[in-house]
């Protein structure tokens, strides 16, 4: 009952404002942070100003992102990127913003889209601003640590491994191509601001808006959060799709509790031959 009232809550706005968190891509195998009570399901990621500061904090990433990249950088898009990528090539999708670094929406089709924590197909320099292709980084890693690339451990959300019990002092971490700096992944790390550019942009997509529909969120981080936040001040009404507690319930106009491709189904159902949904 509660999908078709998600049924009818899209059909009725033509300009939605979509937030998706990593509920989405949890059929992709990509694992996600928080339990459905919005606690964290492990020991939260590594902070922005710990993996500056720390040579250890860098190698023991880079280290258990060799291992992880080898999955996450597979990864393909499931029912749920096609189902909003549908939404958008029928023209009802005012912006896609996704907490998301997986860049699965783009590989399902979504065009206009935000990745508000950035993207993690890429590396880039903290010194000169360029930015690496992460495959590419991946061979140069693992040619410097081969003894590495043969390990494997169980995933962690966005290309992480559980790889514990070993000595990361040996690893050795590539340094900038271009002037020797020093590299990160070209995402938002806890404890670093979202570009200001992505911030407006996504505002500005929510003032061309109707409604806002949250897929896969938790909505636990304030960088999503304050969209929610914001429609509500401005009356627009908030729908969410996501199993369990988020920080925003009580600003909800909807919400259901259920797989987030079942709930999304209908977006599907009629789809031309050809169109995203086949991809």
């Not at 999503?224 to 429609?231: C, E, M, N, T």
Request: proline share 5%; with cysteine; aromatic share 8%.
């Amino acid at each position: 009952m509660s999908d078709a009232v998600l049924q009818t809550f899209v059909e009725r706005h033509r300009r939605l404002f979509v937030l998706t968190g990593a509920g989405c891509s949890t059929a992709s195998g990509i694992p996600d942070y928080r339990a459905a009570d919005g606690s964290w399901k492990r020991t939260p990621p590594v902070t922005f100003q710990a993996f500056m500061a720390e040579a250890h904090t860098r190698r023991r990433y880079w280290a258990r992102s060799l291992v992880g990249w080898r999955r996450f950088g597979r990864a393909q898009p499931n029912a749920v990127h096609h189902a909003l990528a549908r939404l958008e090539a029928d023209g009802r999708c005012a912006l896609l913003v996704t907490q998301n670094v997986d860049r699965l929406h783009q590989a399902a089709g979504s065009v206009d889209a935000v990745d508000l924590h950035g993207r993690l197909d890429r590396v880039r320099c903290m010194a000169c601003e360029a930015r690496l292709p992460r495959a590419a980084f991946q061979v140069e890693l693992e040619a410097r640590n081969p003894a590495w690339a043969a390990l494997d451990a169980a995933d962690a959300p966005d290309g992480d491994a559980d790889l514990e019990g070993v000595d990361f002092d040996g690893f050795r971490v590539p340094d900038c191509p271009h002037c020797g700096g020093l590299l990160k992944p070209d995402v938002v790390f806890f404890g670093e601001n979202v570009p200001r550019a992505d911030v407006e942009r996504a505002f500005a997509g929510l003032g061309r808006s109707d409604a806002v529909l949250v897929v896969g969120s938790s909505l636990m981080v304030y960088s999503g959060f304050r969209f929610v936040k914001k429609a509500v001040d401005l009356g627009l009404p908030v729908a969410a799709v996501n199993r369990g507690r988020t920080r925003a319930d009580p600003l909800l106009s909807l919400k259901v509790e259920d797989d987030c491709a079942a709930a999304l189904g209908f977006l599907l159902a009629h789809a031309a031959p050809g169109a995203s949904s086949a991809a």
